[in-house]
């Protein structure tokens, strides 16, 4: 099937010219390319159309799960028909094994795993496998760490078709071998039931149900049926079950792995005894001993992903396999906000690799254990192939990887230009800042403030709180729901300032802002760079009234370069929208209108239509458990800022029964 992208819009401004620019490029043999796109020039909508054009199965690459999220959520939008996948780390909390020497202190693994992040991997996997084509996975750089082998994945792949001859009991021993739970009750993912020479199956993910009818040993029939009411739905000719878990293997595969354990141990205490520490001997005897009689008993064992060479039949020091590997070899890979992607990528394997020496040099996990790892940055860029970096500032790599070919995306469809950038002296830069803060609040605007740590957030939201300004703080330490809150909350007009550090950059999707203030604009350094500034900027570039200030005691070069490339940039924006009589328009987040609407007017319209939506004739109780059961579809869905709006109108139905009671 092919790539079928579902759009009101067409290409506009300089994205044609950019798709054009791109696609001709990967014609012609290049196999890396560079899309510089400003903020707000619709790069998603550009990527969208190259993979289309193109064909091919497609891996977008994000640097964090919400990100991945909102790239997620806007693909699925594009391409309604195709295979959009979603593959991130499916911890909820994580906690890795340590030891610190220095202290003489072990750290148990402790993880909290998403059970609906797990499903969408597995359907990310059985997606790739089953030979589609039309296929776009989003993920964040957890694709890079291991996973199980994708033979071994595909080799414990049960295919059933109508007509074919086999014993039902060697399909519930295949059931089993792939990871499923045979039930009495209700069915549940990877669960079956049998009932005479009916067997019922749920898939791993997606909630699909089949019902297997034989006729002796030949399957008669096929159906989709209800997992509930246990209905018919569709008549099949033929079904692929998929594992219930990416780590499956063969039983052989585990023998041959058991015994190759028991062999390394040896090896490893032997090692220990050579040098008088039997300390270190004593604990990995009993540490694999334990493990290996939980494999044989139950199958696995905590941590039995530090053994996964021995399950992949692996060489020692090889690389893991990763999801990757289930791509077939002309697949697209696009890097989304690369300049910061790339450097995260580079950095995984010395991070794995210093926790991990410790652990095996005292004795409690074997050597094999370093090769359960994520790959080294050689061993990524021998995997990928044809290669699309997009960022609006991209790195000295990416350049270098394009060979020049280097597409510059400026024109926005909105007509916006990116915003002045000013230099003010930090001498009185809390009264001017406050000016400016206090005018734009009239307007109804919303400001972001930058800072270089995050006390000084911390402190500067203190101070403001004392001069009346409505604000919030966000940095490392706040978690991932509640900066989605923070930020919905601040289009939603509840505070006008928001102050942070790095976290004010890639990503952020704020139309309400029109003021960026970047204090200590002149302290050089990796949050001061032409990258980072020309970043922090459009945040305000989907503004009509946007401004950059920058506070500083004096002017550097890195501030004289973003000044001027900023204004390169808004020359051609004005031109192009003087020849073609465009007139900017207010931008907003990916789906919605672009109407000139303020924030304040399309909060109550989302309120409102989230009120007329429900049955106002139905009992408060019905419409609390109505908004919490949207809330929580909401969020299965990964859309965090719907979730966090069904649960603002449940808190409001829960007080409006509060005060009836009363």
Same mark, same amino acid.
């Given at each position: 099937?092919d790539?079928?992208?579902?759009? /009101?819009?067409?290409?506009?401004?300089?994205?044609?010219?950019a798709?054009?620019?791109?696609?001709?490029?990967?014609?012609?043999?290049?196999?890396?390319?560079?899309?510089?796109?400003?903020?707000?020039?619709?790069?998603?909508?550009?990527?969208?159309?190259?993979? /289309?054009?193109?064909?091919?199965p497609?891996?977008?690459?994000?640097?964090?799960?919400?990100?991945?999220?909102?790239?997620?959520? &806007?693909f699925?939008?594009?391409?309604p028909?195709?295979?959009?996948?979603?593959?991130?780390?499916?911890?909820?909390?994580?906690?890795?094994?340590?030891?610190?020497?220095?202290?003489?202190?072990?750290?148990?693994?402790?993880?909290?795993?998403?059970?609906?992040?797990?499903?969408?991997?597995?359907?990310?996997?059985?997606?790739?496998?089953?030979?589609?084509?039309?296929?776009?996975?989003?993920?964040?750089?957890?694709? %890079?760490?291991?996973?199980?082998?994708?033979?071994?994945?595909?080799?414990?792949?049960?295919?059933?078709?109508?007509?074919?001859?086999?014993?039902?009991?060697?399909?519930?021993?295949?059931?089993?071998?792939?990871l499923?739970?045979?039930?009495?009750?209700?069915?549940?993912?990877?669960?079956?039931?049998?009932?005479?020479?009916?067997?019922?199956?749920?898939?791993?993910?997606?909630?699909?149900?089949?019902?297997?009818?034989?006729?002796?040993?030949?399957?008669?029939?096929?159906?989709?049926?209800?997992?509930?009411?246990?209905?018919?739905?569709?008549?099949l000719?033929?079904?692929?079950?998929?594992p219930?878990?990416?780590?499956?293997?063969?039983? &052989?595969?585990?023998? &041959?792995?058991?015994?190759?354990i028991?062999?390394?141990?040896?090896?490893?205490?032997?090692?220990?005894?050579?040098?008088?520490?039997?300390v270190?001997?004593?604990?990995?005897?009993?540490?694999?001993?334990y493990?290996?009689?939980?494999?044989?008993? %139950?199958g696995?064992?905590?941590?039995?992903?530090n053994?996964?060479?021995?399950?992949?039949?692996?060489?020692?020091?090889?690389?893991?396999?990763? %999801?990757?590997?289930?791509?077939?070899?002309?697949?697209?890979?696009?890097?989304?906000?690369?300049?910061?992607?790339?450097?995260?990528?580079?950095?995984?394997?010395?991070?794995?690799?210093?926790?991990k020496e410790? %652990?095996?040099?005292?004795?409690?996990?074997?050597?094999?254990?370093?090769?359960?790892?994520?790959?080294?940055?050689?061993?990524?860029?021998?995997?990928t192939?044809?290669?699309l970096?997009?960022?609006?500032?991209?790195?000295?790599?990416?350049?270098?990887?394009?060979?020049?070919?280097?597409?510059?995306?400026?024109?926005?469809?909105?007509?916006?230009?990116?915003?002045?950038?000013?230099?003010?002296?930090?001498?009185?830069?809390?009264?001017?800042?406050?000016?400016q803060?206090?005018?734009?609040?009239?307007?109804?605007?919303?400001?972001?403030?930058?800072?270089?740590?995050?006390?000084?957030?911390?402190?500067?939201?203190?101070?403001?709180?004392?001069?009346?300004?409505?604000?919030?703080?966000?940095?490392?330490?706040?978690?991932?729901?509640e900066?989605?809150?923070?930020?919905?909350?601040?289009?939603?007009?509840?505070?006008?300032?928001?102050?942070?550090?790095?976290?004010? =950059?890639?990503?952020?999707?704020?139309?309400?802002?029109?003021?960026?203030?970047?204090?200590?604009?002149?302290?050089?350094?990796?949050?001061?760079?032409?990258?980072?500034?020309?970043?922090?900027?459009?945040?305000?570039?989907r503004?009509?009234?946007?401004?950059?200030i920058?506070?500083?005691?004096?002017?550097?070069?890195?501030?004289?370069?973003?000044?001027?490339?900023s204004?390169?940039?808004?020359?051609? /924006?004005?031109?192009?929208?003087?020849?073609?009589?465009?007139?900017?328009?207010?931008?907003?987040?990916?789906?919605?209108?672009?109407?000139?609407?303020?924030?304040?007017?399309?909060?109550?319209?989302?309120?409102?239509?989230?009120?007329?939506?429900?049955?106002?004739?139905?009992?408060?109780?019905?419409?609390?458990?109505?908004?919490?059961?949207?809330?929580?579809?909401?969020?299965?869905?990964?859309?965090?800022?719907?979730?966090? =709006?069904?649960?603002?109108?449940?808190?409001?139905?829960?007080?409006?029964?509060?005060?009836?009671?009363?």
């Open positions: 099937m790539f079928k992208l579902v759009s /009101q819009y067409q290409p506009t401004g300089d994205q044609p010219e798709i054009a620019q791109i696609l001709k490029g990967f014609e012609d043999g290049q196999e890396c390319c560079t899309l510089q796109g400003v903020t707000g020039s619709g790069k998603t909508f550009t990527m969208a159309n190259v993979i /289309q054009s193109m064909g091919r497609t891996l977008v690459l994000s640097h964090n799960k919400t990100l991945a999220a909102q790239l997620y959520g &806007e699925r939008n594009f391409f028909d195709n295979a959009v996948e979603y593959f991130v780390s499916y911890y909820d909390y994580y906690q890795p094994e340590a030891y610190l020497p220095a202290t003489d202190t072990y750290i148990e693994k402790d993880l909290s795993i998403n059970d609906q992040i797990e499903k969408m991997r597995l359907a990310t996997t059985a997606t790739l496998l089953s030979g589609r084509r039309d296929v776009i996975v989003v993920s964040s750089v957890s694709c %890079l760490y291991g996973i199980g082998n994708p033979a071994d994945f595909h080799a414990n792949t049960l295919t059933l078709t109508v007509g074919q001859i086999i014993n039902h009991k060697q399909i519930l021993y295949r059931l089993v071998d792939a499923y739970t045979r039930t009495e009750l209700e069915l549940t993912p990877a669960t079956f039931r049998v009932k005479g020479e009916t067997i019922d199956i749920m898939s791993a993910f997606g909630g699909n149900c089949y019902r297997i009818l034989f006729f002796d040993d030949e399957i008669e029939a096929i159906y989709s049926i209800d997992p509930i009411s246990g209905h018919k739905l569709e008549q000719e033929q079904v692929n079950i998929f219930a878990n990416l780590f499956v293997t063969t039983k &052989e595969r585990i023998a &041959e792995a058991i015994s190759q028991y062999i390394d141990m040896g090896k490893q205490i032997a090692f220990f005894e050579k040098e008088g520490r039997a270190e001997a004593k604990r990995i005897k009993q540490r694999v001993e493990d290996l009689e939980m494999i044989k008993e %139950l696995y064992c905590p941590g039995i992903e053994y996964s060479r021995y399950f992949d039949g692996r060489q020692a020091g090889t690389r893991p396999f990763c %999801l990757l590997d289930y791509f077939p070899e002309d697949f697209l890979l696009i890097i989304d906000e690369s300049h910061v992607t790339v450097p995260q990528v580079r950095a995984m394997f010395g991070g794995d690799k210093a926790r410790n %652990l095996v040099e005292y004795g409690f996990r074997l050597p094999a254990a370093k090769d359960n790892r994520p790959l080294r940055f050689e061993e990524f860029e021998a995997l192939g044809t290669t970096y997009v960022s609006a500032t991209p790195a000295d790599y990416e350049i270098i990887r394009s060979e020049g070919s280097i597409v510059e995306q400026i024109i926005r469809p909105t007509g916006l230009i990116d915003p002045p950038m000013e230099v003010r002296n930090a001498t009185n830069q809390m009264d001017d800042l406050i000016e803060i206090v005018q734009r609040a009239q307007r109804d605007e919303k400001v972001i403030v930058t800072t270089l740590t995050k006390r000084s957030a911390e402190d500067l939201a203190t101070y403001f709180d004392r001069m009346g300004i409505r604000c919030r703080y966000i940095h490392s330490d706040i978690d991932t729901l900066r989605v809150e923070i930020l919905e909350n601040l289009r939603a007009g509840m505070f006008d300032v928001l102050i942070g550090v790095n976290l004010l =950059r890639e990503g952020l999707d704020l139309p309400e802002v029109s003021l960026v203030a970047i204090i200590d604009a002149d302290k050089e350094g990796m949050l001061r760079n032409v990258r980072a500034i020309t970043q922090i900027a459009g945040r305000a570039a503004h009509a009234n946007g401004l950059v920058m506070y500083a005691n004096t002017i550097t070069k890195t501030m004289i370069a973003s000044i001027e490339e204004n390169r940039r808004r020359d051609k /924006q004005i031109r192009y929208n003087m020849e073609h009589q465009m007139m900017p328009r207010k931008a907003h987040k990916s789906g919605s209108t672009q109407e000139l609407i303020s924030p304040q007017t399309e909060a109550q319209n989302i309120h409102a239509e989230q009120l007329l939506s429900y049955d106002t004739k139905a009992d408060i109780d019905t419409l609390i458990a109505q908004a919490q059961s949207d809330m929580e579809r909401a969020a299965k869905s990964l859309d965090f800022l719907a979730a966090a =709006r069904y649960r603002d109108l449940m808190y409001e139905l829960q007080k409006q029964k509060e005060q009836g009671a009363k």
